[in-house]
């Protein structure tokens, strides 16, 4: 069974600063990797996919994918304090699951 | 353009109570769809998945039970509420099981 485990739990920012979130998985067969963030306990607003080891990069939210490495970060270029939120890592359980594990999330606090 | 809308917003029920939660498509044909929980504190589980109208998996025993009447309705429910189904409760759709997995506002659910 696929598992995932974000890092770190929490992290605070400046605004201006970048940001750097880490996910690592346990079943490395997995194609499909997503970000996710949620403001207090509302619904989920998907920010980056990537399917392939690399680079995926949408606005200031860019995910590098190191499937080797069961890796995958999120990174947030000139953070906002509008970007305080919980950051969560999805990977597809197995390639052609139908099932999304979730990671326990990263609260990131951006400061101004 | 494709809304998700689900009801009620949130809920206080008594254990042993009866629930029945629901989630609404629109905007899009035939979709996949799902339910997910997330305990307080806790990581963002998948509870069922829909592809196509009376057809539901489950993927987590929750002692909870999903129906899909309709292409664009997803319901949740069950007889008899525990302690332990206290959280929020969230609905997705996507386009095929490996499509994005778009997510509703939530239900937060509180027993007493």
């Known amino acids: 069974q696929q598992k995932v485990q974000q890092s770190p739990e929490s992290l605070t920012v400046s605004e201006g600063a970048m940001a750097s979130l880490n996910c690592t998985f346990s079943?490395?067969?997995?194609?499909?990797f997503r970000w996710y963030r949620q403001h207090s306990a509302k619904g989920l607003e998907v920010l980056v996919s990537i399917f392939s080891d690399g680079e995926k990069e949408e606005g200031r939210f860019t995910a590098h994918l190191n499937r080797a490495n069961l890796h995958v970060s999120l990174h947030i270029r000139e953070p906002q304090p509008s970007d305080s939120a919980v950051y969560l890592c999805?990977?597809?359980?197995?390639?052609?699951?139908?099932?999304?594990?979730f990671g326990s999330g990263t609260q990131l606090t951006v400061m101004p | 353009a494709q809304t998700i809308h689900q009801w009620p917003v949130a809920e206080i029920k008594a254990v042993g109570s009866p629930l029945s939660l629901g989630c609404t498509i629109k905007?899009?044909?035939?979709?996949?769809l799902y339910w997910y929980w997330q305990a307080t504190g806790g990581t963002l589980q998948q509870l069922f998945y829909s592809i196509t109208v009376g057809q539901v998996e489950s993927v987590v025993q929750l002692n909870l039970s999903a129906s899909r009447p309709k292409d664009d309705q997803f319901i949740l429910s069950t007889e008899k509420l525990l302690l332990s189904h206290s959280g929020f409760y969230l609905c997705?759709?996507?386009?095929?099981?490996?499509?994005?997995?778009?997510f509703g506002p939530g239900t937060r659910l509180t027993v007493l």
């Open positions: 905007g899009k044909s035939s979709p996949n």
């Open positions: 997705a759709w996507s386009l095929g099981g490996g499509g994005e997995q778009y």
């Open positions: 079943d490395g067969t997995s194609n499909n």
């Open positions: 999805a990977v597809r359980a197995s390639s052609g699951s139908w099932q999304l594990i």
